[in-house]
């Protein structure tokens, strides 16, 4: 299993400004992925970080709002441009690994975004 | 700390009971369906999973049972103790023809299990 950590764990943020959330993995992986859990929801995938080209984004997200960036396949940055309220939630980082032949999915503890 | 799950269905066991999670889930294509449990202040963290070619898959004091007729999975918990308490969610993933995974997954509602000792 892959060992993920984000930084910062939390961060209380002005609306307007800007928050970068950085994702370090401790082993290679080619697939990584940012996730948004809204408070009392489910998680939704934000985009894939692709490495060494432009993130892949889902619809409903652009990347003027939610730049990413994926300078190598141990690590990913996740910026949250001219916040809001509404951008108030969990940012989850995710890498792909495969285990035993099976392809399982690894979770960073998240990053607590509250924008008053 | 804070719950991310203050809008999810709830379940509430007693320790010891059997719990059992129900997902509806949308996407006949899927490949997989993941169980996952997230505890609060943390990453969903993987439980099991099953193909879409089964019907039933068991581990460690849970099992998985898919219900393709009615696009519908559940997650059983034998026994279940307080350090089970968490939000469970369901996902779906698809895989490539190659077999590698494609690796987006959509997640389901999420239900929260509340274990009383």
């Known amino acids: 299993s892959a060992v993920i950590s984000q930084k910062p764990s939390r961060d209380i943020c002005q609306r307007g400004t800007s928050l970068t959330i950085q994702c370090q993995v401790d082993?290679?992986?080619?697939?990584m992925f940012w996730y948004r859990q809204q408070p009392g929801q489910s998680l939704t995938l934000i985009a894939t970080?692709?490495?060494?080209?432009?993130?892949?984004?889902e619809s409903g997200f652009v990347i003027d709002k939610f730049p990413i960036s994926r300078p190598n396949l141990t690590f990913s940055t996740l910026t949250v441009s001219n916040m809001s309220p509404e951008d108030s939630s969990i940012y989850l980082c995710?890498?792909?690994?495969?285990?035993?032949?099976?392809?399982?999915?690894?979770f960073g503890p998240g990053t607590r975004l509250t924008v008053t | 700390g804070e719950s991310v799950g203050l809008h999810l269905p709830t379940l509430s066991v007693q320790e010891g009971d059997n719990s059992i999670i129900n997902c509806a889930y949308s996407?006949?294509?899927?490949?997989?369906f993941i169980w996952y449990k997230q505890e609060s202040g943390k990453g969903p963290q993987f439980i099991i999973d099953?193909?879409?070619?089964?019907d039933k898959r068991q581990g460690q004091r849970v099992t998985v049972l898919l219900n393709k007729t009615v696009k519908h999975l559940s997650l059983q918990i034998a026994a279940t103790q307080p350090g089970d308490s968490a939000v469970y969610f369901c996902?779906?993933?698809?895989?490539?023809?190659?077999?590698?995974?494609?690796?987006?997954?959509?997640f389901g509602q999420g239900t929260i299990l509340t274990v009383h000792p």
């Open positions: 995710s890498v792909e690994g495969r285990t035993g032949g099976r392809y399982e999915q690894y």
């Open positions: 099953i193909r879409s070619n089964m």
């Open positions: 996407n006949s294509a899927s490949d997989y």
């Open positions: 970080a692709n490495q060494g080209s432009e993130a892949t984004y």
């Open positions: 082993s290679q992986v080619t697939m």
């Open positions: 996902a779906e993933k698809r895989v490539n023809a190659g077999g590698t995974s494609y690796g987006k997954l959509t």
